[in-house]
C-alpha cells in the first residue's frame, strides 16, 4: 500500500472514529433528557425555577421601581440561584449509577468514561438552558416598558448559561465522589459557594483591611461574581468565558478521573 493510500485509510479511521465519539455522546444524552422528562421532577424543577426568578426580579429586586429598562434585578440573583437549583439537577448523574450499580454496566459499554461524562454534562446543561430561555417573557416585559438594550441582555443571558454550566460541572465531579445524592449536593454547595464568596463585595471589602491589594484582587478572580458582573453588563470578554469553561474542563476532567478510579476498583 502506497503512503497515499495509507494516509486516506488513516484519515477514514479517524473520522470514523469521530462519528461512532458523537454518536456514543449522542446517545448518552438523549438518555439523560428522557430521564428528565420520564418523571415529574423536570416540570417541577422548571416551575420552581420560574416562580423563584419572578420573586426575585420583581419582589427582591424591585424590578418596577428602579425605573429603568434593563434585566438587572433579573440578573442579579442567578449566581445564588444556581447556588442551589444547579446542584439539585446534577446531583444524581453519577451517584444514583453507583447507588443502581449501574455505573459498571455503563463503563462495560462500547462507550469511553469521557464520552459518557460529556453525555451527561450536555443533557444537563441543556435542560438548564431550556428553564433559561423558558424566561423570555421576561425580555417582552422589559421591551413593552421601555428601550432596552438587547445587546447587553444577550450577555447576560450568556453569562447566566456559562455559570450555570460552571456549576453544574463542578456538581458533576462531586456527584462521582460518592453514591449519596444529599452529599453530593451538599459538597457541590459548598463549593460553588466558595466560588461566590470569593467575588462577594462584603467578603472583600473585609480581606482588603488586612491583606494586600494584589491578593484581594487575586481572590476576587477566583469568583464567579467578578466574572458574570462584567458579562452582565454587556461586556463580553473572552477571559471571562475563559474562567467558565476552565471550571468546566477541570470539574468534567476530575469527574474522568473519578470514573476511572471506579472502573480500576
Not at 35 to 60: K, R
Amino acid at each position: 500500500m502506497s503512503n497515499g493510500e495509507t494516509q486516506v485509510a488513516q484519515a477514514s479511521g479517524e473520522r470514523g472514529e469521530h462519528s461512532m465519539a458523537f454518536h456514543n455522546i449522542k446517545t448518552i444524552a438523549k438518555r439523560e433528557i428522557s430521564g428528565y422528562f420520564a418523571s415529574p421532577v423536570a416540570y417541577v424543577f422548571i416551575v420552581i425555577f420560574l416562580l423563584l426568578t419572578g420573586f426575585f426580579t420583581f419582589m427582591v429586586g424591585r424590578f418596577f421601581d428602579r425605573g429603568e429598562a434593563s434585566l438587572a434585578a433579573f440578573f442579579l440573583w442567578h449566581p445564588w440561584l444556581y447556588l442551589f437549583l444547579v446542584p439539585s439537577v446534577g446531583m444524581r448523574l453519577w451517584s444514583e449509577e453507583r447507588r443502581l450499580g449501574t455505573i459498571e454496566l455503563l463503563l462495560t459499554m462500547p462507550v469511553s468514561p469521557w464520552q459518557a461524562i460529556v453525555g451527561k454534562f450536555l443533557a444537563s446543561w441543556a435542560f438548564l438552558a431550556l428553564a433559561l430561555v423558558l424566561t423570555f417573557p421576561l425580555v417582552f416585559t422589559v421591551n413593552y416598558l421601555g428601550d432596552p438594550d438587547f445587546g447587553v441582555i444577550l450577555c447576560g443571558y450568556i453569562g447566566s448559561l456559562f455559570m450555570a454550566g460552571a456549576y453544574l460541572a463542578v456538581t458533576c465531579m462531586t456527584s462521582a465522589l460518592t453514591r449519596n445524592q444529599v452529599v453530593s449536593f451538599i459538597i457541590s454547595v459548598v463549593l460553588c459557594l466558595f466560588l461566590i464568596l470569593a467575588g462577594w463585595p462584603p467578603v472583600l471589602e473585609m480581606l482588603i483591611k488586612w491583606a494586600d491589594p494584589g491578593l484581594v484582587d487575586t481572590v476576587a478572580a477566583f469568583s464567579v461574581v467578578t466574572h458574570f458582573d462584567s458579562v452582565q453588563l454587556g461586556v463580553l470578554d473572552s477571559r471571562d468565558l475563559i474562567y467558565f469553561l476552565s471550571i468546566m474542563v477541570f470539574s468534567l476532567f476530575t469527574t474522568g478521573v473519578i470514573i476511572r478510579g471506579h472502573r480500576a476498583g
